[in-house]
């Protein structure tokens, strides 16, 4: 049997949708901060007790910490963060959502507002996602959305706070997409103990790389007369 050596192979790519996730907390004042800045005392601490160093040394390492590399590690915070926050949304819909960091971008003053974070989905999975909330909870995106978007004093919204208003679902932008996530948030739901848990493994496995390069090249210098004490000890 022989073959032709000009087949071709066709390679379907899915498109995606940009969704923002509209009640991320950002990493301003939120608990996304005292996390990093309770692990960075935490980890000042060990090292400080690890290598027999001053409270002035202490101070300096944490004060060291998210001097450089702080944007890689609020993109790994996010990636590890997205999964765990749709898990509940998925457990409810039963499907997968397999939404995906797209980018995080932050204000120039943090006054009126926080960090963003925006995701991709694939379409195909949006369109299953929106045909399950106008089934199940429609009654419940009109109301996020009146409470959402109704004018009050100081704020003046950019939508309309009325579901008939926005038109077809293919022409909602990456807000109103994220403004339909709210129909599973519930204020009295249980603490998500497993996001906080796996965002704080992630800061921990990462801030390292934020300390300043000659914050680094100490603490390894301090490792390596640590270690060199041990094998000496070991020949006695």
């Known amino acids: 049997m022989s073959y032709s050596k000009d087949v071709q192979v066709t390679i379907f790519i899915m498109s995606k949708t940009i969704v923002n996730i509209p009640n991320f907390e950002g990493f301003y004042c939120s608990w996304l901060d005292q996390e990093i800045d309770h692990i960075a005392r935490s980890e000042a601490e060990y090292f400080v007790e690890e290598y027999d160093l001053s409270e002035d040394k202490q101070q300096e390492i944490e004060e060291s910490y998210c001097t450089q590399n702080y944007d890689e ?3 790994e915070i996010c990636k590890t963060y997205i999964p765990h926050y749709f898990e509940a949304i998925e457990d409810e819909i039963d499907f997968e959502l397999n939404a995906s960091f797209e980018s995080l971008t932050s ?17 195909i999975k949006i369109t ?3 045909n399950w909330i106008f ?9 996020v959305i ?3 978007f109704t004018q009050r004093d100081g704020y003046i919204p950019h939508y309309s706070n009325d579901l008939e208003a926005w038109g077809d679902v293919d022409t909602w932008d990456y807000n109103q997409l994220g403004t ?3 129909v599973f948030v519930d204020e009295y739901a249980d603490f ?31 490792y390596d007369k640590k270690e060199n004490k041990k094998a000496q000890l070991t020949l006695f």
């Open 128 to 130: 299953m996602l929106m």
């Open 73 to 75: 590690l609020q993109v």
């Open 180 to 182: 339909a996530l709210l």
């Open 107 to 123: 204000p120039k003053f943090y006054n009126f507002e926080t960090d963003r974070l925006f995701v991709e989905i694939d379409d």
């Open 192 to 222: 998500n103990y497993t996001l906080h848990e796996y965002v704080s493994e992630t800061i921990h496995n990462n801030i390292y790389n934020t300390l300043s390069d000659d914050m680094q090249k100490f603490l390894d210098k301090e």
């Open 146 to 148: 009146k409470d959402r």
């Open 135 to 143: 089934n199940n909870k429609l009654e419940k995106l009109k109301e």
